[in-house]
């Protein structure tokens, strides 16, 4: 998947990654800021990601989690904060959900501070069980 608008290109793929561009925008984050850069590259392989880039600097990603089928998850959505507030967001998060392997899927999302952005979309606010792992 690749779609341009300008200078903007978000891709899914993943030889265009950086992954210290990637590293640094979610240790910057509430949800990932204490993730390993071994977790996040072990994601990262297991993940369709997504990259947004301008004038080919990233500047953002997401990664989804799916079967291609019933369900998604999205995960680590993040725009650079320099860019943040131009509407780049709204744009990236528009076309991930129409990618092929999301857009006939239940897509799932869990945010602490974006509910009124994911309502707009037709999220609807729900509690979830999650049972993590165990950490030694």
């Known amino acids: 998947m690749e ?7 978000i891709s899914d793929d993943k030889t265009k990654i950086n992954h210290d561009k990637v590293y640094q925008l ?3 984050s509430y949800w990932a800021s204490k993730r390993s850069r071994q977790a ?9 990601c997504f990259g947004l880039y301008l004038d080919n600097k990233m500047i953002g990603f997401a990664r ?3 079967d291609k089928t019933v369900s998604s998850w999205l995960y680590d959505i ?5 860019y943040r507030g131009q509407g780049l967001g709204k ?10 392997d999301l857009v006939n899927t239940k897509i799932y999302l869990t945010t602490r501070d974006a ?3 994911y309502r707009k ?4 606010q729900k509690a979830a069980m999650v049972k993590s792992p165990e950490k030694n």
């Open 78 to 82: 993040v725009i650079d904060k320099q």
């Open 115 to 117: 509910q009124g952005l």
């Open 40 to 48: 996040i590259e072990i994601s990262i392989d297991n993940s369709i």
């Open 121 to 124: 979309y037709g999220f609807k």
């Open 91 to 100: 744009w990236f998060f528009d076309n991930i959900i129409m990618h092929k």
């Open 26 to 28: 979610l240790q910057n």
């Open 64 to 66: 989804a989690l799916t």
């Open 3 to 9: 779609i341009r608008k300008d200078n903007l290109l």
